[in-house]
């Protein structure tokens, strides 16, 4: 059998993947009612489920290992009312500018105050250009 080739699987589950911006910047569900919408109307498509994607951003955006899942649980919360399935992505970087209108994720703002002092934190390629929505793989060897 080919690679990719399901012609023999009894079923393979949809889940189709929920916006960027269903989170603010504070960890709020932004809209609840309008994500009930969504979802019912998902569910009258038949998807198995929903992709979400929680940022360390906006999870822990303040303070180090102070982790913040209200409007996360909220989410989740609202779907379980659905009887659908999560995917979780569990999101260790900015979300970069898409200009479809998305919102824009960065990396914790407590690293961003590290960054102005220390650029090496930042992921950089062999031609020395900084990715500032990555951290260096090596940045676990850094005080921080």
Request: net charge negative.
């Amino acid at each position: 059998m080919l690679a990719g080739d399901y012609t023999k699987t009894p079923y393979i589950p949809v889940y189709a993947s929920l916006p960027m911006g269903i989170i603010n910047s504070h960890c709020q569900l932004v809209d609840p009612e309008g994500v009930r919408t969504e979802l019912r109307h998902l569910k009258s498509l038949n998807v198995d489920g929903v992709i979400v994607y929680c940022w360390c951003g906006i999870v822990e955006a303040w303070i180090p290992r102070k982790y913040e899942w209200s409007g996360y649980r909220d989410l989740f919360g609202i779907i379980k009312e659905f009887k659908l399935k999560v995917q979780v992505v569990l999101s260790f970087h900015g979300s970069g500018e898409t200009g479809s209108g998305d919102v824009l994720i960065s990396l914790p703002n407590w690293i961003m105050e590290i960054a102005k002092e220390n650029q090496d934190i930042f992921f950089t390629d062999c031609e020395g250009r900084r990715n500032t929505e990555c951290l260096s793989w090596g940045i676990d060897k850094e005080c921080i």
